[in-house]
C-alpha cells in the first residue's frame, strides 16, 4: 500500500493475531475447567479386602441388604454412640471430596483424620450385607451426583433396602402452627415408592422440602426403584445434643434383628459425642 508521500508500507491482517488470541484464551479457560472439575471429583477408597471382594465378584459389587446413611452432626453422633459403639464394626472406606466449605484431600488414597468432617464407611463382622454410612462433612450441589452415583455403583440394588438419618434446624421447619419447645426435637419422613415399610412418624408435609445429600439419595432410590426411607430430624441445637440423638432411636426399631441398639447410655459415652455448650463471654457478661 502506497501513502500520499510515495512511502510503501507493509499491510497484515489483525483478524489472524486475534483469532490466535481468542484460540488461546478458550485453551486456557478449557485448561482451567478441566482442573476445577478434576479437584472436585468425589472418590472412593474401600479397605483391602472390600476392594479384593469387588475385584472378585463378576459384576464390582458389594452385596449389601441394608445400608444406613446418617447425614448430620447428630445423625452421626447418634450412630456411633448407639450402634457403632455397641456392635462389632470394622471401618472399611471412606469418600474424598474437596469443595469451599470441606477443605479435605481430594486424593483417594488419603484418609480422613480422627476428628475431622468426613464420610465414613463401616460393615458389620456378622453380616457384611448390613453397611453404615456417616456423613459430617459438606458436599457441594456439584458434588451431589457424583456421590450417589459412585456409592450406590458399588452395591448390588436388588434387595437393597436405604435409611437415612438427616439433621436440619427447626427454623427450616413450616408449618400453620406454633410451634411449643417441648415439641421440639422431631422426626418426620419421605419415603420412595418402591418402599412398603411402615414408617415410624409423620410424613413431611407440604411445602416443606429437602435438600443436601439427603435429597440426593431419596431421589436416586426413587428413580431406581430401591426401598428407602428417610427421617429428618427437626431440632433447635446446632452442636450434638444427646436429647436430638435419642431422637432417632424410633427409626431402627424395624433394624432390630440386625442392628442392635445400646438401650441407655451411661454420661461418659454420651460425654464423648455431645458437646457441652460452653457460655461465651459477650456484651452483658
Not at 427454623?171 to 422431631?186: I, R
Given at each position: 500500500m502506497a501513502t500520499f508521500f510515495g512511502e510503501v508500507l507493509s499491510v497484515y491482517s489483525r483478524a489472524v493475531e486475534e483469532d490466535d488470541d481468542d484460540l488461546d484464551d478458550e485453551n486456557e479457560d478449557e485448561r482451567i475447567h478441566r482442573e476445577i472439575e478434576e479437584k472436585r471429583e468425589v472418590h472412593i477408597a474401600w479397605c483391602p479386602e472390600v476392594a479384593q471382594s469387588l475385584e472378585g465378584s463378576g459384576s464390582n459389587k458389594l452385596q449389601c441388604s441394608d445400608l444406613i446413611i446418617a447425614v448430620g452432626t447428630n445423625a452421626?453422633?447418634?450412630?456411633?454412640?448407639?450402634?457403632?459403639?455397641t456392635e462389632s464394626w470394622d471401618a472399611v472406606g471412606h469418600v474424598s471430596l474437596w469443595n469451599e466449605r470441606s477443605r479435605g484431600s481430594s486424593r483417594q488414597s488419603i484418609a480422613p483424620l480422627p476428628g475431622e468432617p468426613a464420610c465414613l464407611f463401616y460393615q458389620h463382622r456378622d453380616n457384611p450385607a448390613v453397611l453404615v454410612c456417616q456423613s459430617t462433612c459438606y458436599i457441594a450441589e456439584d458434588q451431589l451426583f457424583q456421590w450417589t452415583e459412585k456409592v450406590f455403583?458399588?452395591?448390588?440394588?436388588?434387595?437393597?433396602?436405604?435409611?437415612?438419618?438427616?439433621?436440619?434446624?427447626?427454623?427450616?421447619?413450616?408449618?400453620?402452627?406454633?410451634?411449643?419447645?417441648?415439641?421440639?426435637?422431631?422426626?418426620?419422613?419421605?419415603?420412595?415408592?418402591?418402599?412398603?415399610?411402615?414408617?415410624?412418624?409423620?410424613?413431611?408435609?407440604?411445602?416443606?422440602?429437602?435438600?443436601?445429600?439427603?435429597?440426593?439419595?431419596?431421589?436416586?432410590?426413587?428413580?431406581?426403584?430401591?426401598?428407602?426411607?428417610?427421617?429428618?430430624?427437626?431440632?433447635?441445637?446446632?452442636?450434638?445434643?444427646?436429647?436430638?440423638?435419642?431422637?432417632?432411636?424410633?427409626?431402627?426399631?424395624?433394624?432390630?434383628?440386625?442392628?442392635?441398639?445400646?438401650?441407655?447410655?451411661?454420661?461418659?459415652?454420651?460425654?464423648?459425642?455431645?458437646?457441652?455448650?460452653?457460655?461465651?463471654?459477650?456484651?452483658?457478661?
Open positions: 452421626a453422633g447418634f450412630l456411633s454412640a448407639y450402634v457403632l459403639n455403583g458399588c452395591l448390588q440394588k436388588r434387595g437393597l433396602s436405604v435409611m437415612v438419618l438427616s439433621d436440619s434446624p427447626v427454623a427450616e421447619y413450616k408449618t400453620p402452627d406454633y410451634l411449643y419447645g417441648s415439641a421440639v426435637p422431631f422426626l418426620r419422613s419421605l419415603k420412595s415408592s418402591a418402599s412398603k415399610s411402615q414408617a415410624l412418624c409423620p410424613a413431611l408435609e407440604q411445602p416443606n422440602i429437602l435438600t443436601g445429600l439427603p435429597a440426593a439419595v431419596l431421589s436416586h432410590c426413587q428413580v431406581h426403584q430401591i426401598p428407602a426411607v428417610l427421617y429428618q430430624c427437626y431440632t433447635d441445637v446446632i452442636s450434638p445434643d444427646s436429647i436430638t440423638m435419642e431422637t432417632y432411636k424410633p427409626a431402627l426399631l424395624c433394624l432390630s434383628k440386625l442392628v442392635k441398639l445400646e438401650p441407655c447410655l451411661s454420661a461418659d459415652v454420651l460425654r464423648r459425642f455431645a458437646k457441652v455448650t460452653e457460655a461465651q463471654s459477650n456484651l452483658y457478661t
